[in-house]
C-alpha cells in the first residue's frame, strides 16, 4: 500500500551529520548541524549537569510517574524567570502560562497549534532567512508562512528598512517570528535601537510577537543580555509568546526540553490559555518527559548550580568567539579575497559565510569539510586543530 511512495529528501540540517557518518575520510569535519564540541572536537556534558544527574539518581522520592500535561510546575516557573527576569512584572501579576514542551521545535509547534486553532489570524511572517524548519512547523499547523526582509547579502548585515517595510505592510494582527538573539543562520541581530523600532512597529499595528529563544546566554555569554529582546517587549504589556530551548545553553539536545510561554494581558486570560494549551498538548503526546526538566529545574533553583552553570556557558561562548578569530585570522594570512570581517560581527552558534552552494559541495567533495548548503558553518562544531584546514577549503573554494 506505500509502493507509490517516492524517496524522501534527507533534512537539510540533519541530514549533513548523516553524510558525515558515511564518509570514511579521516579527515572530515562537521559543521553542519549546531551542536557544541570541545577543542577536542567531542560533545560535551556540562559539569553541572552531571552533578544534577548525580543528585537526581540518588534521590530514592523520585519516581517515573507521568508528569502533569503542562510538565514539571517549578521547572516551569523557573524558565519564565530565566527568560522575563527575576523582577518580571508579567510573573508577578500572573499574566503568563508556561507549559514544558520537547525543546525549542515542539514549543514552536504546540504555539502555532494553538494559535491557528485559538488566533484570529492565520499568516505568520518569519525572517529570510530563517531556520530551515521553521516554515514546515509554522505551515503543518495551519498557519499560511509569509517573509520579512532580515539579511542584506551586499552589506551581511541587517536589512533594517527592508524589516521595518515587510512589517509595516503585514496586515493587522499577523504573527512575527522574532529569534531572540543570536540569529540562525545569518548570526545578525538588530542592535537595542533597532528592536525597540521593530518593537514600536509592531504594537502599532498589533503584530503578534512569537519569540524562538534557542541560544540564550550563547550569543554574548551573558543570560540577561540575550533575553533583552524578549524582555522589551514584555515590559510594555503586550502579549507576546516564546519558545524556549536548553538543548544549546544546557547541552541538553536529546533530552528534548525547552518551553512555550504565552504572556497575556489579564491573569485571568493566562488561566484560560493554559486550560487551551493542555487541549494541544495531549492528544500529540500527552504530557512531556520528566528527565531534562528534572535537571534543569535542579540546576536553575540551586544559586551554587546556577552559577557553575553561567561559568560552564560562558566558556562555551568564549570558545566561539575565539574560533571566529581564529578562522578570521587564518583566511586572512592566506589572503582569501572577500571581506570575511563578517566572522568575527557575527554572534552566536553560526556564521554565515556567504559561500554558494556549489562552492559548499566543493568543499565537502575535496576537503570532506560538511556544512549546510546555505553556507552557514557552525563554529561550535570547529576547533583550534581544524582551523587551517577549514581555511583552506574556503580559500580553495573561493578562488577556484
Ligand atoms: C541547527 O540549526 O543546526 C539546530 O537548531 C539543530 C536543528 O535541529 O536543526
Known amino acids: ?23 570514511p575520510s579521516p579527515v572530515k569535519l562537521n559543521l ?76 514552536l509547534r504546540v504555539g502555532a497549534e494553538f494559535l491557528a486553532k485559538h488566533y484570529h489570524q492565520r499568516t505568520i511572517y518569519i525572517p529570510s532567512p530563517t531556520w530551515g524548519n521553521h516554515t514546515k512547523v509554522f505551515s503543518l499547523a495551519g498557519l499560511s508562512v509569509k517573509t520579512y526582509r532580515y539579511y542584506d547579502p551586499a552589506t551581511h548585515g541587517l536589512n533594517s528598512q527592508g524589516l521595518l517595510e515587510d512589517l509595516g505592510s503585514a496586515p493587522p494582527g499577523a504573527i512575527v517570528l522574532l529569534h531572540a538573539c543570536a540569529h540562525n543562520p545569518t548570526g545578525v541581530d538588530p542592535t537595542l535601537q533597532q528592536w525597540e523600532q521593530i518593537r514600536q512597529l509592531m504594537r502599532s499595528r498589533d503584530l503578534l510577537p512569537f519569540f524562538d529563544s534557542a541560544y540564550q546566554g550563547f550569543a554574548s555569554g551573558s543570560l540577561d543580555a540575550d533575553a533583552q529582546s524578549v524582555r522589551m517587549f514584555v515590559a510594555d504589556g503586550g502579549e507576546c509568546l516564546v519558545a524556549q530551548s536548553y538543548a544549546k545553553n544546557m547541552g541538553l539536545y536529546g533530552e528534548r526540553v525547552g518551553a512555550l510561554s504565552i504572556v497575556c494581558k489579564a491573569a485571568d486570560v493566562a488561566g484560560r490559555v493554559e486550560g487551551q ?89 575535496e576537503y570532506h569539510v560538511y556544512m549546510t548548503s546555505d553556507g552557514r558553518i557552525s563554529m561550535a562544531g570547529l576547533n583550534s586543530k581544524r582551523v587551517p584546514h577549514l581555511a583552506d577549503a574556503i580559500h580553495a573554494a573561493v578562488t577556484r
Not at 2 to 21: C, K, M, R, S, W
Open 277 to 365: 494549551l493542555k487541549l494541544v498538548i495531549r492528544p500529540m503526546y500527552s504530557n512531556p518527559p520528566i528527565h531534562g526538566a528534572s535537571i534543569v529545574a535542579t540546576i536553575l533553583k540551586d544559586r551554587d548550580m546556577y552559577n557553575e552553570w553561567t561559568i560552564e556557558l560562558k566558556a562555551m561562548a568564549d570558545r566561539i568567539i575565539s574560533m571566529r578569530q581564529q578562522l578570521f585570522d587564518a583566511l586572512h594570512a592566506r589572503g582569501t579575497p572577500g571581506d570575511w570581517s563578517r566572522i568575527i560581527k557575527q554572534i552566536g552558534m553560526f556564521t554565515f559565510t556567504g559561500l554558494n552552494s556549489k562552492q559548499v559541495a566543493f568543499m565537502t567533495k
Open 1 to 23: 500500500v506505500f509502493n507509490h511512495l517516492v524517496q524522501a529528501p534527507e533534512d537539510p540540517i540533519l541530514g549533513v551529520t548523516v553524510a558525515f557518518n558515511k564518509d
Open 32 to 107: 553542519g548541524v549546531g551542536a557544541y564540541r570541545t577543542e577536542e572536537g567531542k560533545p560535551l556534558v556540562l559539569n553541572v549537569v552531571r552533578r544534577a544527574e548525580q543528585l537526581l539518581v540518588n534521590d530514592r522520592s523520585r519516581f517515573k510517574e507521568y508528569l502533569p500535561i503542562v510538565g514539571l510546575t517549578e521547572f516551569n516557573k523557573l524558565s519564565a524567570k530565566l527568560i522575563f527576569g527575576a523582577d518580571s512584572a508579567a510573573i508577578q501579576e500572573n499574566r503568563v502560562t508556561t507549559v514544558q514542551c520537547l525543546s525549542g521545535t515542539g514549543s
